[in-house]
Antibody
Framework: EVQLVESGGGLVQPGGSLRLSCAAS????????MNWVRQAPGKGLESVSY????????NYADSVKGRFTISRDNANNSLYLQMDSLRAEDTAVYYC?????WGQGTLVTVSS | DIVMTQTPLSLSVTPGQPASISCKSS???????????LYWFLQKPGQPPQLLIY???NRLSGVSDRLSGSGSGTDFTLKISRVEAEDVGVYYC?????????FGQGTKVEIK
């Protein structure tokens, strides 16, 4: 069974940092490009960051460029998102996803 | 970035009646490999999005044949031949022709 399990979300003050993790199982993680997609409360889906299977191609939404860093560890079937200089507008559920497979999401709340 | 525009933003449908959602992209989604990178997702309340259709018209295994995707270039359509209660939720189109991946605003489908 395919599983993507996110962790690391929580409440953080503006300007703070969080590191999200995603543990993958049930498929050949190392052959899939991966994404972080977020959904603000009551809003639509926004692609935050993309990483190719070998990490050779990385892309960020303009809204997070320079503040977020995506990475992966294929040996450990894991995807990460380092989030720095967090803002209130970063408050959202963050999903770890390939195109076909999605995790349940982890909530990040940026508030003082 | 490629802008994805969905219409309508909401639909109220009588069970057994058809429904149609339009998705237009600001640039052609046809890639040099001959594939068109347009996807359809359904997000049911409280759940992550689930992939329904990939590359315009290919239904994922297990997806009802009441759902069909069509289109080319910049104009795409998702059709539900006979709406059932299980079809309720928010439908999103997404393009992966160019990074960053971008989503439509979502179309909320409800039952009358």
């Amino acid at each position: 069974e395919v599983q993507l399990v996110e962790s690391g979300g929580g409440l953080v003050q503006p300007g703070g940092s969080l590191r999200l993790s995603c543990a993958a199982s049930g498929f050949t993680f190392s052959t899939y490009s991966m994404n972080w997609v977020r959904q603000a409360p009551g809003k639509g889906l926004e692609s935050v960051s993309y990483i190719s299977s070998s990490s050779s191609i990385i892309n960020y939404a303009d809204s997070v460029k320079g503040r977020f860093t995506i990475s992966r560890d294929n040996a450990n079937n894991s995807l990460y998102l380092q989030m720095d200089s967090l803002r209130a507008e970063d408050t959202a559920v963050y999903y770890c996803a390939s195109t076909k497979y999605w995790g349940q999401g982890t909530l990040v709340t940026v508030s003082s | 970035d490629i802008v994805m525009t969905q219409t309508p933003l909401s639909l109220s449908v009588t069970p057994g009646q058809p429904a149609s959602i339009s998705c237009k992209s600001s640039q052609s989604l046809l890639y040099s490999d001959g594939k068109t990178y347009l996807y359809w997702f359904l997000q049911k309340p409280g759940q992550p999005p689930q992939l329904l259709i990939y590359e315009v018209s290919n239904r994922l295994s297990g997806v009802s044949d009441r759902l069909s995707g069509s289109g080319s270039g910049t104009d795409f359509t998702l059709k539900i031949s006979r709406v059932e209660a299980e079809d309720v939720g928010v439908y999103y189109c997404m393009q992966s022709r160019q990074l960053p991946r971008t989503f439509g605003q979502g179309t909320k489908v409800e039952i009358k």
